[in-house]
């Protein structure tokens, strides 16, 4: 069988002839199933499944392939926009609309949650039919049948999963819809029935799929109990720190226990049972001098398709690259001008540079000063945010995931290197010598910090703008080192086996273990499982996740009716305030996002989340 990638244009067109027809409109379910082709030409062999099933894939990949807008939902990542530019989803219209700040954002993913319900649809097709094709199979071909309606299970629970962690309680459907009457009146759902169903769907398939995809961009059994061990820690998280704007949910002690030592048990067993280990073993690698980037940490090129099949990806969402209008929209969206055009939507913030731990010590530095370049002796002044010596022996992570003044990446237009261009904040496209090399600056105004994002970016040509093939991870192990050593944390405080993993992951960055005050107990530990996925994870779409499920807004930005919080740039300057006199309205409208009005126009039994009513 080819790589799903290569089969992702046909699937597309046989998708919408078996699901959409032409009088398809946007409402609570995108497209509608029919059943003339299917009953009669279709669903007769392994192979007509297996070929929906990747249907179902390419309709659902939308939904979490551009995850990295998610971030600007937190502190660290400013999101400004999204490179969507019409009603396609393949090209990520599910997330355009919303503002990506950090107040505000709950009432623009109405778009999402329709499209969320049409990939509910997709997968309850694919899991209606096959069923039936069960009833009357061959015991040669049942094993392979039940894999696949476990992958469509699997593919159903992880968007169940995204609408509770959104909306709260939503409505649930759990088959094919052919007529629009049909839910026309449906109510939401409970959020801990809705639960107890995406649990069932993640069971299933961590019972039926086999221990390696048969292809890369499909999932195996770790996928599945990664998921639902993640599942587990979010409802415990909810339980444990509560979620007052959804009105209808009652948190439990016991409920969040027995959740984080189920999560706790299905992390333990993706850690342990499957082979499965960090790209290139944990290694740090190589790492050039400071504004050179010819040799970059692993940690950089675990975001390039190189990485694209190793174990650490245990889940991915594949592309197909140039020529197939599959491809990913990473450096359209990371990069600027001087990357074939591209538009730097999403960038670091200033406060991200922090983060990132001293390589001698393992502990914070002392914080950057911001100064304006122009005042003398600014680029060389200890600690100066503008002084490319200040971002010496920083974690490895550092330099593969940000770039400050004078680090340099490869210019590409029209598929081709145009040589080195440094990146100077606010010099863009200019001429520069530097150490007697001649060069033409970075060409991006997308930046308002001081930084932009290595992380993500080729340093290679041959690729435009839009046509990468790199698969973007939506499960990988280091996330699953964290959330094991968070439920371990929560329930009996630091263990040795979960220091050892963030330890691990401390490695990559080429930092030392963690400082025994550090592990001193399940506060200080928990401060430093947070610091590692503010660093590992970033632009990867968990952190205002994270925030929202450990009540930890007020903690970020201050409380309620208070001064809020600036982001700056390098050179000192003010450039947004979030939070500033902010009510608690506007707090509880962050934690919760609003039902799509649009929605209950169509169907009054659909009720609100009280904050936006």
Aim: glycine share 8%.
């Amino acid at each position: 069988m080819k790589n799903l990638t290569q089969k992702i244009l046909s699937i597309s067109a046989l998708a919408g002839l078996l699901i959409c027809t032409s009088s398809c409109v946007e409402d609570l379910l995108e497209q509608e199933p029919t059943t003339e082709l299917g009953a009669n030409a279709f669903w007769k062999t392994e192979a007509d499944a297996t070929f929906a099933l990747q249907g179902a894939y390419s309709s659902v990949r939308p939904l979490f392939d551009r995850d990295y807008y998610f971030s600007g939902h937190g502190e660290f990542i400013r999101t400004r926009g999204t490179s969507a530019t019409n009603n396609n989803l393949q090209r990520g219209d599910a997330y355009h609309g919303g503002d990506y700040n950090p107040v505000g954002y709950g009432d623009n993913f109405d778009k999402y949650y329709r499209y969320l319900y049409g990939g509910v649809n997709r997968t309850n097709y694919v899991i209606e039919n096959v069923n039936k094709m069960l009833a009357t199979a061959s015991p040669s071909s049942r094993e392979n049948l039940e894999a696949i309606i476990g992958e469509a299970r699997l593919l159903r629970g992880m968007v169940y999963f995204r609408l509770i962690s959104m909306w709260g309680d939503v409505p649930y459907i759990g088959q094919v819809v052919y007529d629009n009457a049909e839910v026309a009146d449906i109510a939401r759902t409970p959020m801990a029935q809705v639960k107890d169903s995406i649990m069932a769907d993640f069971t299933y398939a961590y019972e039926k799929l086999p221990v390696k995809a048969p292809v890369v961009g499909r999932a195996a059994k770790p996928a599945a109990l990664a998921f639902r061990g993640k599942l587990q820690l979010y409802w415990a998280s909810w339980n444990r720190f509560g979620w007052p704007e959804l009105t209808t949910f009652k948190p439990s002690a016991t409920e969040a226990d027995a959740a984080y030592a189920g999560a706790a048990e299905d992390f333990r067993k993706v850690i342990n049972d499957f082979g499965l280990t960090l790209y290139r073993n944990g290694e740090p690698g190589e790492i050039d001098a400071l504004g050179q980037a010819e040799k970059l940490p692993n940690y950089y090129y675990l975001f390039t398709p190189l990485a694209n099949g190793d174990p650490e990806m245990i889940m991915t969402f594949t592309h197909g690259g140039i020529g197939t209008n599959q491809g990913e929209e990473l450096m359209r969206d990371v990069s600027g001008r001087s990357h074939e055009g591209s538009q730097a939507w999403v960038t670091p913030r200033y406060e991200i540079a922090d983060r990132y731990q001293s390589t001698i010590t393992g502990d914070f530095v002392e914080p950057l000063v911001p100064m304006n370049p122009a005042t003398a002796g600014a680029r060389t002044k200890p600690n100066s945010a503008v002084n490319p010596q200040s971002y010496a022996n920083r974690d490895y992570r550092m330099k593969s995931s940000i770039m400050w003044d004078y680090e340099k990446s490869v210019g590409m237009i029209s598929l081709q290197p145009t040589g080195w261009v440094p990146f100077i904040y606010k010099t863009y496209n200019q001429p520069i010598t530097i150490d007697g090399v001649k060069y033409t600056t970075y060409n991006t105004d997308g930046t308002n910090s001081g930084y932009v994002l290595r992380k993500f970016l080729r340093n290679y040509a041959g690729q435009g703008r839009s046509d990468g093939n790199y698969n973007f991870p939506v499960m990988r192990l280091a996330d699953v080192f964290l959330m094991y050593a968070e439920a371990t944390n929560a329930i009996n405080g630091p263990q040795a086996d979960a220091i050892a993993l963030v330890n691990k992951i401390r490695h990559r960055g080429n930092l030392p273990p963690l400082d025994p005050e550090d592990v001193a107990g399940k506060d200080a530990f928990f401060d430093a499982i947070e610091q590692e996925r503010i660093v590992e994870l970033l632009g990867e779409g968990h952190r205002g996740f994270d925030l929202r499920r450990w009540r930890a807004l007020e903690r970020v930005w201050g409380a309620p009716y208070s001064d809020g919080k600036w982001r700056i740039d390098t050179h000192g300057a003010n450039q947004q305030r979030y939070f500033q006199n902010s009510s608690e309205r506007i707090y509880e409208q962050a934690y919760i996002f609003r039902i799509p009005p649009g929605e209950r126009d169509r169907n009054p039994n659909l009720t609100q989340n009280t904050p936006w009513l």
